[in-house]
C-alpha cells in the first residue's frame, strides 16, 4: 500500500510541475511551415478552398449555413473530433484566411494560407496564429507534440493529392 501512495504522490506531483510550466508559456504562438507544389496557383487555391475530400485524416465533412456572410463548414477527424470553421477572408488565388469557430475548445485560433507563383508552380505558405487555452495541453503541444504537427499534416495530403512526394 506504501508503494501505491509514493506512486500517486510522484504522479500528481508530475502533472502539477506540467501545470505549473504550462501556466508559464504564453497562450499565443505562431508557427509557419511553406511547401513548393508543380501546380500552378489556381489549383492548389481550388484544393484548400474547395470540399477538403483530399484530407486523409478527415471523416467527415460538412458544409454550414454561412455566418455574417462568411463560409462556414464542419470537420470530423479519425478520432471523431468535430471543429467548425469559418472563414475570414478569402482573395483568390493568393489568400485564405480560416478560423476556428468553436468557442468551447481547449485550443483556437485561424490559419493564414498564402500562395505565391513561381516559374514551376507555386508556394503554399501556411501560418498558424493559434492559442492554446489548457496549461496541461499547452505543455505538451509545445513540449511533446510540437505546433507544426498539423501543418505539416495538411501539407503532406495536399501534396498526396497532386501526385507529388513534397519537399
Not at 500500500?1 to 508559464?24: C, T
Not at 501560418?127 to 511533446?144: C, H, K, L
Amino acid at each position: 500500500m506504501k508503494w501505491v501512495l509514493i506512486v500517486l504522490a510522484v504522479v500528481a506531483a508530475l502533472v502539477a510541475v506540467v501545470a505549473v510550466i504550462g501556466m508559464m508559456l504564453p497562450k499565443g504562438h505562431v508557427e509557419s511551415r511553406s511547401s513548393k507544389f508543380r501546380q500552378p496557383p489556381q489549383a492548389v487555391w481550388d484544393a484548400i478552398a474547395g470540399p477538403p475530400t483530399w484530407r486523409s485524416e478527415l471523416r467527415s465533412f460538412e458544409e454550414l449555413a454561412p455566418r455574417d456572410g462568411h463560409y462556414r463548414w464542419k470537420e470530423t477527424d479519425q478520432r471523431g473530433e468535430v471543429i467548425t470553421y469559418e472563414r475570414e477572408e478569402t482573395v483568390p488565388p493568393t489568400r485564405l484566411v480560416t478560423r476556428i469557430a468553436e468557442p468551447n475548445l481547449p485550443y483556437g485560433g485561424r490559419w493564414i494560407h498564402e500562395i505565391t507563383a513561381t516559374p514551376d508552380g507555386c508556394v503554399l505558405k501556411i501560418t498558424e496564429d493559434g492559442e492554446i487555452y489548457n496549461p496541461i495541453f499547452r505543455f505538451m503541444a509545445r513540449f511533446v507534440f510540437g505546433y507544426s504537427g498539423a501543418i505539416e499534416t495538411y501539407l503532406k495530403s495536399l501534396h498526396a493529392k497532386f501526385g507529388e512526394a513534397g519537399d
